[in-house]
């Protein structure tokens, strides 16, 4: 499995300034990509076979590369339907995709998942993707996850899960906003800035927040079990659950 360093230098070698911005501006969503891939690995380690791992919201390749870099027994489909995004994890990750250890889809999370056959895949693993989907739409996504699966299979998601506390929520997300002034200001990067917040404010609406409990009821409701909320980083946390074995269903 792959150091600290020596991951720090891998992805300033194959993603570069794309990264060393993200890590000054949110630390903690490049630390949840990697904490999203060791947590794959763990499951690949002890698999006799490769693991099939689904990644939803694929992006650039950050977290793709955190899932690729930790352990060779997987491959990984990536999903997302930002052309530019994508490509510019194609160009990240062509040494993989030419292993065929990554392949890509550039449909919507749920069209893509609609399309896979029914307890076919060992992990569904995502990383600053569920959030910034509507409620009603993050259901489907979660129900078709959970199908895919292979029974005793794996829902892995490191994202933005709300503090139930509303008023300590604001706090954070008020120091998390004075961060991106701080960091973005200095760089002259007013255009980021601009994007960062206008997102923020649709990460935070009614339809889109995540809020603790009740993402994890969401979860629950579809079927999954064994569903664990840990890591958790200000607004940020680490999702796992569990698709039933057999028997259990």
Same mark, same amino acid.
């Given at each position: 499995m792959t150091t600290e360093q020596n991951y720090d230098a891998l992805f300033a070698g194959v993603i570069g300034q794309e990264y060393q911005l993200l890590k000054l501006l949110s630390p903690l969503s490049a630390q949840m990509s990697h904490l999203v891939g060791c947590t794959v690995a763990t499951h690949a380690a002890i698999a006799e076979q490769p693991l099939q791992v689904v990644e939803l919201g694929g992006g650039t390749g950050i977290t793709t590369l955190a899932i690729l870099s930790q352990h060779d027994n997987l491959t990984v489909l990536s999903i997302d339907n930002e052309p530019v995004m994508q490509n510019q994890a194609k160009q990240?990750?062509?040494?993989?995709?030419? $292993? $065929? !250890?990554?392949?890509?889809?550039?449909?919507?999370?749920?069209?893509a998942l609609r399309a896979i056959p029914t307890a076919s895949v060992d992990v569904v693993a995502s990383? /600053?993707?569920?959030?910034?989907?509507?409620d009603d739409y993050r259901a489907l996504v979660i129900t078709e996850s959970l199908r895919i699966l292979k029974a005793g299979g794996h829902f892995i998601n490191g994202d933005r899960y709300a503090l139930d506390e509303v008023s300590r929520h604001t706090r954070l997300i $008020?120091?998390?906003?004075?961060? /991106?002034? !701080?960091?973005l200001i200095g760089l002259q990067k007013l255009d980021v800035l601009e994007h960062w917040i206008v997102h923020l404010f649709s990460d935070e609406s009614a339809n889109h927040i995540m809020r603790e409990t009740s993402a994890l009821a969401q979860l629950k409701a579809a079927g999954f079990v064994d569903i664990k909320l840990s890591h958790r980083q200000q607004v940020n946390a680490l999702v796992t659950a569990v698709k039933p074995a057999l028997d259990m269903l």
């Open positions: 990240h990750l062509h040494a993989w995709f030419a $292993q $065929q !250890k990554v392949t890509f889809c550039g449909d919507d999370a749920l069209t990383a /600053y993707t569920l959030h910034n989907f509507s $008020q120091e998390e906003v004075s961060g /991106y002034f !701080k960091v």
